[in-house]
Protein backbone atom coordinates (compact mmCIF):
# COMPACT_ATOMS: atom_id res chain seq x y z
CA UNK A 1 0.00 0.00 0.00
CA UNK A 2 1.01 3.48 -0.43
CA UNK A 3 1.73 6.22 1.83
CA UNK A 4 -0.85 6.60 3.88
CA UNK A 5 -2.44 10.77 3.65
CA UNK A 6 -1.87 12.39 6.63
CA UNK A 7 -4.74 15.11 7.58
CA UNK A 8 -5.04 16.73 10.27
CA UNK A 9 -8.55 17.64 12.63
CA UNK A 10 -9.06 20.29 15.10
CA UNK A 11 -11.15 19.53 18.21
CA UNK A 12 -12.37 23.40 18.91
CA UNK A 13 -13.19 23.55 22.14
CA UNK A 14 -15.37 26.62 24.21
CA UNK A 15 -15.80 25.70 27.39
CA UNK A 16 -17.72 22.21 27.67
CA UNK A 17 -18.40 22.68 24.42
CA UNK A 18 -17.27 20.87 21.11
CA UNK A 19 -17.49 22.36 17.27
CA UNK A 20 -18.55 20.02 15.12
CA UNK A 21 -18.93 20.93 11.13
CA UNK A 22 -21.28 18.93 8.44
CA UNK A 23 -19.10 18.68 4.94
CA UNK A 24 -21.57 20.30 2.00
CA UNK A 25 -23.22 17.84 0.37
CA UNK A 26 -20.91 18.05 -2.38
CA UNK A 27 -17.88 17.10 -1.82
CA UNK A 28 -16.36 13.28 -0.62
CA UNK A 29 -17.90 12.31 2.61
CA UNK A 30 -20.53 15.35 1.85
CA UNK A 31 -23.45 15.01 4.59
CA UNK A 32 -21.44 13.64 7.28
CA UNK A 33 -20.09 15.33 10.20
CA UNK A 34 -16.12 16.13 10.88
CA UNK A 35 -13.58 17.72 13.30
CA UNK A 36 -12.37 20.77 10.98
CA UNK A 37 -8.75 20.50 9.59
CA UNK A 38 -7.59 19.61 6.28
CA UNK A 39 -4.42 18.07 4.78
CA UNK A 40 -0.37 18.49 5.45
CA UNK A 41 1.40 19.73 2.82
CA UNK A 42 5.24 19.10 2.53
CA UNK A 43 7.18 20.52 4.86
CA UNK A 44 4.58 21.45 7.63
CA UNK A 45 4.41 19.92 10.80
CA UNK A 46 0.89 18.71 12.10
CA UNK A 47 0.44 21.62 13.92
CA UNK A 48 1.24 24.29 11.48
CA UNK A 49 -0.92 22.44 8.75
CA UNK A 50 -4.15 22.81 11.44
CA UNK A 51 -3.01 26.58 12.11
CA UNK A 52 -3.46 27.17 8.20
CA UNK A 53 -6.42 24.76 7.54
CA UNK A 54 -8.13 26.23 9.99
CA UNK A 55 -7.46 30.29 9.00
CA UNK A 56 -8.20 29.07 5.26
CA UNK A 57 -11.11 27.25 6.32
CA UNK A 58 -13.01 29.35 8.85
CA UNK A 59 -11.27 32.31 8.92
CA UNK A 60 -9.51 31.97 12.61
CA UNK A 61 -7.12 32.17 14.23
CA UNK A 62 -5.74 29.22 16.38
CA UNK A 63 -3.79 27.77 19.70
CA UNK A 64 -3.15 24.08 18.63
CA UNK A 65 -2.61 21.60 21.74
CA UNK A 66 -2.07 18.44 22.62
CA UNK A 67 -2.77 15.33 20.50
CA UNK A 68 -6.19 13.26 20.68
CA UNK A 69 -5.18 10.37 19.11
CA UNK A 70 -5.64 8.94 15.28
CA UNK A 71 -8.35 7.59 13.25
CA UNK A 72 -8.00 5.81 10.11
CA UNK A 73 -10.08 5.09 7.12
CA UNK A 74 -9.18 3.00 3.81
CA UNK A 75 -9.40 5.18 0.66
CA UNK A 76 -9.20 1.90 -2.12
CA UNK A 77 -5.66 3.28 -3.16
CA UNK A 78 -4.03 4.49 -0.12
CA UNK A 79 -5.27 4.85 3.68
CA UNK A 80 -6.13 8.30 5.14
CA UNK A 81 -4.68 8.66 8.55
CA UNK A 82 -6.17 11.81 10.88
CA UNK A 83 -4.75 12.95 13.73
CA UNK A 84 -6.34 15.27 16.02
CA UNK A 85 -5.26 17.88 17.74
CA UNK A 86 -7.11 20.16 20.88
CA UNK A 87 -7.51 23.33 19.68
CA UNK A 88 -8.29 26.69 21.57
CA UNK A 89 -9.58 29.65 19.23
CA UNK A 90 -7.45 33.12 19.38
CA UNK A 91 -10.77 35.25 19.43
CA UNK A 92 -14.04 34.94 17.54
CA UNK A 93 -15.62 31.82 17.06
CA UNK A 94 -16.32 31.00 12.98
CA UNK A 95 -19.76 31.79 11.40
CA UNK A 96 -18.95 29.76 8.33
CA UNK A 97 -16.67 27.78 6.29
CA UNK A 98 -15.72 27.10 2.93
CA UNK A 99 -16.29 22.92 3.23
CA UNK A 100 -18.89 22.61 5.53
CA UNK A 101 -22.92 23.76 5.17
CA UNK A 102 -23.11 23.64 8.67
CA UNK A 103 -20.87 24.01 12.07
CA UNK A 104 -22.61 23.26 15.52
CA UNK A 105 -21.30 23.64 19.10
CA UNK A 106 -22.18 20.36 21.26
CA UNK A 107 -21.63 18.75 24.29
CA UNK A 108 -19.57 15.86 24.45
CA UNK A 109 -22.72 13.72 25.23
CA UNK A 110 -24.59 15.70 22.13
CA UNK A 111 -21.58 14.46 20.15
CA UNK A 112 -23.24 10.83 19.03
CA UNK A 113 -26.25 13.10 18.03
CA UNK A 114 -24.67 13.41 14.69
CA UNK A 115 -23.77 11.33 11.94
CA UNK A 116 -19.73 11.36 12.16
CA UNK A 117 -17.23 10.42 8.89
CA UNK A 118 -15.03 7.20 10.15
CA UNK A 119 -12.54 8.63 10.36
CA UNK A 120 -13.73 11.12 13.38
CA UNK A 121 -15.52 8.05 15.08
CA UNK A 122 -11.98 6.88 17.31
CA UNK A 123 -11.66 10.97 18.68
CA UNK A 124 -15.60 11.28 18.93
CA UNK A 125 -15.20 8.24 21.19
CA UNK A 126 -11.90 9.80 23.31
CA UNK A 127 -13.77 12.59 24.29
CA UNK A 128 -16.51 11.10 25.21
CA UNK A 129 -14.76 9.03 27.69
CA UNK A 130 -13.61 11.99 29.25
CA UNK A 131 -10.51 13.20 27.69
CA UNK A 132 -9.98 16.78 28.81
CA UNK A 133 -8.46 19.57 26.51
CA UNK A 134 -4.53 19.85 26.97
CA UNK A 135 -2.97 23.27 26.15
CA UNK A 136 0.62 24.67 26.95
CA UNK A 137 0.43 28.00 28.76
CA UNK A 138 1.11 31.04 25.96
Given at each position: ?13 D ?7 R ?9 L ?5 G???P ?17 V??Q????I ?41 E ?28
Amino acid sequence: MSTPLLVVGAVITDKERILAARRRPELRAGGLWEFPGGKVEPGESPQQALARELAEELGVRAQVGGFIGRGVQDLGERELHLDCYWVRLLGDAPRTSTDHDLLRWCTPAELTDLTWAAPDRPIVRRVQEGMRPMFEDV
